[in-house]
């Protein structure tokens, strides 16, 4: 095999790695994650780049402690606005 049909068979079988579903944005699993499709600002009651718990839960009031840790990527007690976004490109959820 040449060394070009090595290097495009190797691209395709990492490509379909990595959209094989195995990979995975937190460690526990979530209620449909549809329902948390809100914009950063407006759950950021204080204007401070980071979701607490108190404005977490103000806007999505179903939710229990666990989606805000899953959420919370860094454990640092708060959800900044990457974690955020990060968790809504996994899912697919847009603004």
Known sequence: MS???STITL???LALAACSGTDRHHATDLPDP???NAHFGDIDTNQN???D???FNAHFPQADDS???ALDLNQDGDI???EWHEF???HDLHH
């Open 80 to 82: 900044d606005h990457d």
């Open 53 to 55: 718990r108190d404005e």
């Open 11 to 13: 691209f395709i079988l």
């Open 67 to 69: 989606i805000y840790e």
């Open 88 to 90: 809504k490109q996994a």
């Open 34 to 36: 549809q329902q948390f």
């Open 3 to 5: 060394i070009f049909k």
């Open 49 to 51: 780049e980071l979701l």
